[in-house]
């Protein structure tokens, strides 16, 4: 197997900023890129070399108009599947054989990590609570669940019964009562048993055959037989990703994600092998983005011997090493501080911490998704069987946003109730600032209130006069 060519960055040179910048910016979510063969798709679909962004918004946009048949139309062109409407939602017989028919330990291990993220989710879920002042007002925030959820499953190179794990799980501790499922009509989407097994034990009876931005489109919008939905989550490739931005507004959404990052941040007591390991995961998504960030000069050849031996082992070897080359880095840090300066300006999605004293480094980090600790917590646990969501913020988005949790799926709502005496007490302040804002009807509203000396209920109504009951004649 030939070398493999890594990029390596040394924090010192007079160029690092911009080269850590450039890694960054890599998987920028707003970044409007086409592929050649995404060229040619849109050239032959749309007759024309569209942009991923106004492909996506010439999906969405006829979706909205037409309904159905667009969405079926799109269907057919991107995934090559021609499908009639009656086909579209995943009948309840097929989710109950695929449940039947799957492994009892595939289903056991389901279990294992519902109950896993159930009980992380369950103790995040907020509360309503209330601030009493005695005779004056009484103020209370209210929370309560969107009533009706879409999560979109990605149908590429594998199945990820995972992802349904980590947004509805989520979903369902927060209350959500309607959960909607969308998966590409592929093998390892709507058509996957491993998959419907997954929404079968989970209680989802609303799957649907549908993928890319026409999916997206069909749960914001609505099409005939699913109904709009309040809110979007789940990965997915770019054009699902900017189809959840042009629908945002019309519905929430969970984050517009790109692909899977890592930093693993490393002193001289990390062991070569597993930071090789940790590097190769992330890159084996293809496109994924692997970076160490370490002040131990001699880690970064131990690493380097490291992910030549691994990558030759793994049967998605090949694709890891392509990844590593054009989208990874090793970066060298003059000292503790640098490395950990630069991981904040990394903002990664994932940051697995392997120090002598990783505890004492988390305290310093402020932007990162998720955090690893230790030798013995791999991404890979987090991804798959811990508790948090993996749905993380990608593209140094880190720096202002936050992982998928079951708050997410519940609405805040302030309420307020004042007496006569809170009224008063509170009516200057308000009257003055609301005189300065020049808003003299908000003034007048308050000042009326709390000069007021009038009765405090109005005399109930006289019941209206009922007639008397007629027997009606034979």
């Known amino acids: 197997m030939p070398a493999l060519k890594l990029r390596r960055i040394d924090l010192s040179a007079n160029n690092a900023a911009a080269q850590i910048l450039k890694l960054r910016d890599q998987f920028r979510t707003d970044a409007d890129i086409s592929s050649a063969a995404s060229k040619k798709r849109t050239l032959a679909v749309f007759g024309e070399a569209l942009s991923p962004t106004r492909a996506v918004e010439r999906i969405c946009n006829e979706v909205r108009e037409k309904g159905l048949s667009a969405a079926l139309h799109y269907t057919e062109q991107f995934d090559g599947v021609k499908l009639k409407s009656d086909q579209l939602k995943v009948k309840p017989a097929e989710l109950a054989e695929a449940h039947a028919n799957v492994g009892a330990d595939f289903l056991e291990v389901i279990k294992q990590i519902r109950y896993n993220v159930v009980q992380f989710q369950s103790g995040l879920l907020q509360r309503d609570a209330v601030m009493p002042v005695s005779g004056k007002h009484e103020l209370t925030v209210r929370y309560r669940p969107l009533k009706r959820v879409g999560v979109y499953c990605p149908g590429g190179a594998a199945a990820y019964p995972s992802t349904l794990l980590m ?32 929404c079968y034990e989970l209680g989802i009876t609303e799957v649907y055959r549908l993928g890319g931005a026409q999916a997206i489109a069909a749960m914001a919008y609505g099409v005939e037989g699913i109904k709009p939905v309040d809110m979007i989550v789940g990965p997915g490739n770019q054009y699902v990703a900017l189809a959840k931005k042009h629908v945002f507004g019309q519905v929430a959404i969970d984050c517009i994600a790109g692909p899977s990052e890592v930093v693993v941040l490393a002193d001289y007591s990390a062991h070569p092998d597993y930071v090789a390991l940790d590097l190769i995961a992330q890159a084996e998504h293809s496109p994924g983005v692997a970076v160490l960030v370490t002040w131990h000069e001699q880690l970064l050849e131990e690493i380097q011997d490291a992910l030549q031996k691994r990558l030759a082992k793994l049967s998605r070897g090949e694709l890891a090493r392509e990844s590593l080359e054009r989208y990874g880095a090793l970066v060298f840090a003059p000292d503790e501080q640098a490395a950990i300066d630069c991981t904040n300006a990394l903002a990664p999605e994932h940051l697995h911490i392997q120090t002598k ?116 004649k034979k």
């Open 357 to 472: 004293d990783p505890e004492a480094i988390l305290e310093r980090i402020d932007n990162a998704g998720a955090v690893f600790l230790g030798p013995f917590t791999p991404v890979a646990v987090g991804d798959y069987a811990a508790g948090p969501s993996h749905v993380l913020p990608t593209g140094g988005t880190a720096r202002f946003a936050s992982g998928l949790t079951t708050n997410d799926f519940r609405k805040r709502t302030s309420v307020m109730h004042f007496t006569r005496n809170g009224l008063k007490e509170i009516a200057s302040d308000v009257i003055f600032l609301a005189n300065k804002e020049g808003l003299t009807g908000h003034a007048a509203s308050v000042e009326l209130r709390a000069n007021d000396n009038g009765p405090m209920n109005r005399p109930k109504p006289k019941p209206d006069k009922v007639p008397a009951a007629t027997t009606a």
């Open 167 to 198: 947004t509805v799980c989520p979903a369902q501790v927060a209350g959500v009562e309607q959960i909607v499922v969308c998966m590409p009509p592929n093998a390892t989407g709507g058509y996957n048993r491993e998959m419907l097994a997954t």
